[in-house]
Structure formats: structure tokens, C-alpha cells
């Protein structure tokens, strides 16, 4: 018997007639218009008159196109010619056209790429995102708006990763548009970032000898005028005055020339930072008399047009290492009466040591040594008041500092900065706030070695203007490899030196306090809380307190004086009002008649007048209650382990073994004190006030010795696996 042949595709069981599509494209056209397409072959009666059916209906398809409608066709029963042996026809799903539903105003749709159809969300009302008009601010606002982006340029304390964003930031501005080119390029040359060792596109030196050509370019073949727009200039020496430019090296009168309006004039170099163990190196650059008034003087051309055009500086910085025996310390006083200097504010004096510094204390003691030491003093104190406008003072790594010194400072600074100055101790400074402290708004006192607290009982009443307090008591080593950074002073502040604060002060930052007792600090938080009602200005707190009593009276003082300060001086920052609810409030008000809105003014009056507690006022209350009742039988259970003899007296906790038996015997002493705790901090009380006026409040509690580098979590992270990449046959400048 012959098994029925398989239907294939160049085999049908049956002539299948084509359907026209819904939709018509060129393939479709072309395959029903050709002679071979099964249209065209002969067939029955039935099928001719579906052939003209399909005919008219694709004649009419194709008059109107627009239409996206399905049309039914007549259906044709075909018999089932496949059986058990044979593949089944293999079924395909019809697709329908999309109907595009017809959105209103207020329908929101989803943020996907391909979605066309309507959420069935509901309307939420959206504000229109407005744009300030950047095109047409005016040039002084968009001045504004730099300079803040340009702030840390200018601060020689910024970190290098912010001067770096700040660098990005106004070169990419300035390639924005024309309105935002010279606001962003003059904020980036008023201070050029050649003192902090950013991430420099190009080698340092390379960029500073682009910048001495671009000032060297005609007026008229720049988008604008650089020169008159680098107002301060601070050079990192190493970087920038060593190094050649072209084929000589850089000197200061070629970098000085074209900038008319500069008025401040620094150099740094990377010995004189801390830790300060490179004071005695020498460098090649030093600066002379004569290159120094060559350099402030007013050129040949500008003496023609104006004879009196020179440089006038507001704020300079010596240095020991960096001056030629022209500029020696003898010779200060009569060089601060050239025109240039007698206008300095703002002076910095770095490096300048005894005589009898580094000699044996033999020698030290000799009456000679001491006589040059006092005589450098005084030079030292002749050059600082020799400059009648000054009212920042800079007194940087010199042994010169102390005591006698501060006496004969002048009464008008405003600013004083004391870094590194070993001599400088708590009772010179203790006289010179007496009698010079009237006018100082700002203190800073970082690394002193033999300084303490004990000056604060003074502060109050010695300086009744100061408004910023900066202390950093870390210390570096004079030699590497001995532990000399240690503390000069007893004790940091003693139980009887009560703290005292001006009420004019708006920020206290006093770091790595070390070498005190407990009732020592609780003594100085205690002065902070006494006096928060007279310190309306007050805005910053920050202290790194290190303790060396036992964790569990250092947990104890943490718990107890870091949850208060946290709580009468943090500011409670209240959440921003919704505008938008405010707007639909507000338009609702309109909406309603005036009668309606009378009453409902009316009720909320008299709803006001009535005495409703709060959440946070029922809270209070009923911890109150309940804790008064806590607080009674935990106050019995205490009572009665101490007539039972479980409890100890109070041991020194340096004593590990104590510590355990302690920890072992008296934990329900512990667990009750800390309920006892809780519930008092919860209990109201009528006498504290509440500062909150403070947007920083940081206290760190603990008993970490002060490092040089203090390591953090950063520097104990795996690093990137790293590869070379494949080579590609050429060696490519990496630099380009």
C-alpha cells in the first residue's frame, strides 16, 4: 500500500490561495501585480468570485491608505489533508493594528521609549521647570556666581581634589557661550592655581610658561584682556621660578610686568610645610633687593602715561630661605618704607630662627647668645610695626615668637596666626590677649608645641570682638626617628580654669585636645552650656577630645556631654513647605465665596485659642509619668545593692583586671544607670536652655593618639587589579 506523499513546501497538498495584506508595501504590490501571481492562474467559479472580492476590496484599500481599519474577508473551510504521518501547518498569530487611544492634557505617560498608550493613572498637577535666563544676566551677576565657584583657588588651605573641580568647573563654563566666557576666565586668572599641586593637565612648569606667553600676547589677538585681570599671585617656587622657560630660567620681573593690578604677592615651597623637618635645607631661588624693586617699579611705558603707576601690595610673605643676605631680618624695617610695602595688610614671616637655635644649651646660655637673640627679637618686632596698615600677621615656624615678641606686636591686628612657634606658651599669650586682644576677630593657633588651654579664662574679657577660635594641638617630630613631638605642657586645662566666651565668637574648632583629666573636660563642656544664652552668634563647634581614663567612664562622658551639646546648640532644620499644595490652597481660597471663608477663619482663631497639646508635648508628658515611677524603684534597686556591699567604689580603670571584675559583678549597676540616663534625657527641664542656632556640631570622644597621618578606611582598601594593555603595534605618545 502506498503511504500518502508528505505535503512540503514545493509539494502542497492543495493550491492555497494568497491573502492580500493589511498593509501594502512594494513587495506586496509588485507580487500581486506580476503575471505568476496565483491571482492570475485559473480557477473555479468560487474562486473567481472571491478573486474579484479581494480585487475590489484592495482597490479600495488603496484609494484611501489612511485608514488603518480591519476588514473582514470571506472565509473559506478548507479540508484537513494532513494526517498522522504528516507535519501539521504551523499557526501564526494575527496581528492587529495598534489603536492609539487620544490623550487628554492632563494624562500622564510613562517615560518609555515605545510606549504609546495612555496610564491610567491620575493627573497630577506639575509645575513648569523654569530657567533663570543665563543668556541675559547681567555680566556683574554671572561675576558673582564664578566667584563663588572660584573660592577654592583662592584659599591656600583647600584641598587638591576641590581646587581641581573648581579649575573644571569655570574652563568648562567659559566654552558654554559668549555671555559666560569672560565672567568664568576672569575668576580663574584673579587667582592663578600655581601654589597647590592640582592635577595639572600638563607638567606645572609647562603651564606657568603658557601663562607668562599668554600675558606676553598683544591686546589684539586675545578674546580679551588677560592682564589687568590677575589681581593675587601665589607661586609654588619649586614648580614654577626654578624651572626654564624657553632657553633662560623664569625671573620675576618678566612674570611681574604685565599684571598692573596685582596686590598680592606670596611664594611657597614645599619645606616650609609641615612636618617641618626641612627648615635648614637651602633652595637655588633666592630673591634680592634689587630684583625685587625691579620687579614692584612701573616700567618705560607706563612712566610716560602715568608716572605714579607701580605696584602696590596688600599682602606679602618672607621668607629665610627664600631672600639674599640684601633681605636679612636687619634690613626689613627699611625696605617696609618703599611705596610698595607700606600699603601690605596682610604680612607672613616664615622661618626665622635664633641664633642660638640648634646650639648646646651651654652656648644657649652664654651672654652673648642671648644678647643676639634679643636683638633679633627686636628687629623682628621693628619690621611688624613698621607697617602702619597691617591687620594680618602670619607667624610661621620661628623660634623669634614668644612672649617678649607678643608684647610689642601692635594693638590694631585683627588677624593673628601663630604656626609651629615652639616658645609661644599660655602665659606670654595669657599678657598679650590682656593688653593687644581688643581688636583680634580671628585666632589661630596651630601646633604650638608648649601652648595649653590656660589662656581661655581670659578670652571673654581680653577679646570682646573675637569671632573665630582655631586650634590644632598636633605636633611633629624635629627628627624623624625619635618621639620628640611630645607635649611641652603639664596639663592641657585644670579643673579650676574655667573657660570664658565672647559673646561676639561665631565659630570654635579646637583639635586633638590630649593630657587632661575628666572633670577637666567636663568643666570646659560645662562652660559651653553655661553660656550658650550669650553666644547668639554662634554657628560651628567642632572638638577631637582623647581621653586616657577607662572606656567605660570615657562611654559614660560621650554618652552624657556629646548628647547634650548635640541638643542645646545643633539647629533643627525644619522641612521646606510644599508649594505646590500651597498653590492648589491657594487658588482653592479664590474659588471660595468670602462668607465661607470668614467662618473658616473665625474657627481656626478660636481653635488656636484653645490649649491642645502637641505630639511631641503628649510624648514628653507621658515619659514624665512613666518615668517618675522607673525612676523611684530603680532608684531602690540601687539603694539596696549598696547596703548590700555589691557595689564598689569608683577604681582606676588603667587597671585591666578591675575593669573585667567590674564589668563581671556590677552589670545590673550599669544596666540601671543607663536607664536612669535615658529617662532623664527625656525628662523636661525648665532651667536648660536650647541654643540650636549652631549648623555644625561635631564631637569625637576617644583615646586615639595623635598621629602624624592619620589613617582611615581608605588606605586599607584592595586596589584595582591593573593591566598593561594589549600593545598595538605602535608606540603612541602617552602625553601627546
Request: neutral net charge; hydrophobic residues 35%.
Amino acid at each position: 500500500m502506498d503511504r500518502p506523499r508528505r505535503a512540503v513546501r514545493s509539494n502542497p497538498s492543495r493550491a492555497a490561495k494568497a491573502k492580500r495584506p493589511i498593509r501594502e508595501t512594494r513587495s506586496t504590490v509588485a507580487y500581486f501585480s506580476s503575471p505568476s501571481s496565483p491571482s492570475s492562474l485559473p480557477s473555479s467559479s468560487s474562486d473567481n468570485d472571491l478573486d474579484l472580492d479581494l480585487d475590489e476590496d484592495y482597490e479600495d484599500h488603496s484609494i484611501n491608505t489612511t485608514r488603518r481599519t480591519q476588514r473582514k474577508y470571506p472565509t473559506r473551510k478548507r479540508k484537513n489533508t494532513f494526517n498522522e504521518d504528516s507535519a501539521p501547518p504551523r499557526k501564526y498569530p494575527r496581528r492587529t493594528p495598534k489603536v492609539v487611544q487620544k490623550l487628554s492634557d492632563d494624562t500622564l505617560l510613562p517615560r518609555t521609549p515605545k510606549s504609546t498608550t495612555a496610564t491610567p493613572t491620575a493627573a497630577i498637577p506639575t509645575t513648569p521647570i523654569v530657567y533663570p535666563p543665563w543668556a541675559t544676566t547681567p555680566y556683574l551677576a554671572l561675576l558673582c556666581v564664578f566667584d563663588c565657584v572660584a573660592a577654592p583657588i583662592r584659599d591656600p588651605s583647600s584641598r587638591r581634589e576641590d581646587v581641581f573641580e573648581a579649575v573644571t568647573t569655570l574652563l568648562s563654563a567659559a566654552r558654554v557661550c559668549k555671555a559666560f566666557t569672560e565672567p568664568a576666565l576672569v575668576n580663574l586668572y584673579k587667582c592663578p592655581p600655581f601654589q597647590h599641586q592640582w592635577r595639572y593637565t600638563k607638567a606645572p612648569n609647562v603651564s606657568f610658561g603658557q601663562f607668562i606667553d599668554t600675558l606676553n600676547l598683544p591686546f589684539g589677538t586675545t578674546i580679551m584682556n588677560y592682564r589687568p585681570k590677575v589681581e593675587i599671585l601665589r607661586l609654588a617656587v619649586r614648580t614654577t621660578l626654578i624651572q626654564k622657560h624657553n632657553p633662560n630660567y623664569v625671573s620675576l620681573p618678566d612674570v611681574v610686568r604685565n599684571l598692573p593690578r596685582l596686590s598680592h604677592l606670596e611664594f611657597y615651597h614645599e619645606y616650609d610645610e609641615p612636618p617641618y623637618r626641612k627648615l635648614d635645607e637651602h633652595v637655588r631661588f633666592k630673591c634680592s633687593a634689587d630684583e625685587l624693586m625691579r620687579t614692584l617699579a612701573p616700567q618705560a611705558d607706563d612712566e610716560k602715561s602715568n608716572a605714579t603707576a607701580l605696584t602696590e601690595l596688600k599682602s606679602w610673605r618672607w621668607n629665610s630661605r627664600l631672600t639674599s643676605e640684601t633681605l636679612s631680618l636687619d634690613k626689613l624695617e627699611e625696605f617696609h618704607q618703599n611705596p610698595s610695602f607700606v600699603t601690605l595688610r596682610k604680612v607672613a614671616f616664615v622661618n626665622y630662627q635664633l641664633p642660638s637655635w640648634g646650639l648646646t644649651p651651654r652656648l644657649r646660655d652664654s651672654e652673648e647668645m642671648q644678647q643676639q637673640d634679643a636683638d633679633k627679637t627686636t628687629q623682628l618686632s621693628a619690621c611688624i610695626t613698621a607697617l602702619p596698615c597691617l591687620e594680618h600677621l602670619i607667624l610661621e615656624s620661628c623660634t623669634l615668637v614668644n612672649g617678649l615678641l607678643l608684647q610689642r606686636l601692635p594693638k590694631t591686628l585683627k588677624h593673628l596666626e601663630l604656626i609651629n612657634c615652639w616658645e609661644v606658651t599660655a602665659n606670654g599669650l595669657y599678657e598679650f590677649l590682656l593688653t593687644h586682644g581688643g581688636h583680634l576677630e580671628s585666632l589661630t593657633l596651630n601646633h604650638c608645641q608648649s601652648l595649653s588651654l590656660a589662656f581661655l579664662p581670659v578670652l571673654r574679657a581680653a577679646c570682646p570682638n573675637l569671632q573665630h577660635l582655631y586650634m590644632d594641638l598636633s605636633y611633629f617630630r624635629h627628627h624623624e626617628h625619635y618621639a620628640d613631638n611630645k607635649p611641652e605642657y603639664e596639663t592641657l586645662l585644670t579643673e579650676d580654669q574655667v573657660p570664658t566666651w565672647p559673646s561676639s565668637i561665631q565659630s570654635i574648632e579646637i583639635l586633638h585636645m590630649r593630657k587632661w583629666g575628666r572633670r577637666a573636660a567636663e568643666t570646659f563642656f560645662g562652660s559651653l552650656v553655661q553660656s550658650a544664652p550669650d553666644l547668639p552668634q554662634l554657628r560651628r563647634l567642632a572638638f577631637r577630645v582623647a581621653l586616657d581614663i577607662g572606656w567605660r567612664q570615657r562611654l559614660e562622658l560621650r554618652e552624657f556631654w556629646v548628647d547634650k551639646m548635640t541638643k542645646v546648640f545643633k539647629r533643627k532644620p525644619k522641612p521646606p513647605r510644599n508649594f505646590i499644595l500651597f498653590h492648589d490652597e491657594v487658588q482653592q481660597n479664590r474659588k471660595e465665596p468670602s462668607s465661607k471663608r470668614r467662618s473658616t477663619r473665625r474657627s481656626t482663631r478660636l481653635a488656636d485659642l484653645s490649649p491642645v497639646l502637641t505630639s511631641s508635648e503628649n510624648e514628653t508628658a507621658g515619659v514624665t509619668k512613666r518615668g517618675i515611677a522607673r525612676a523611684s524603684a530603680i532608684s531602690k534597686e540601687l539603694k539596696r545593692l549598696k547596703g548590700s556591699g555589691l557595689l564598689l567604689k569608683e577604681q582606676d580603670a588603667d587597671n585591666e583586671e578591675s575593669e573585667d571584675e567590674l564589668a563581671a559583678d556590677h552589670s545590673d549597676q550599669s544596666h540601671l544607670s543607663r536607664k536612669v540616663r535615658k529617662i532623664s534625657k527625656h525628662s523636661p527641664n525648665d532651667d536648660e536652655f536650647i541654643h540650636g542656632l549652631c549648623d555644625i556640631v561635631d564631637i569625637q570622644v576617644d583615646n586615639h593618639r595623635p598621629m602624624e597621618r592619620q589613617f582611615d578606611m581608605d588606605d586599607f582598601l584592595d586596589s584595582p587589579e591593573e593591566s598593561d594593555p594589549d600593545w598595538d603595534g605602535g608606540d603612541v605618545d602617552v602625553f601627546g
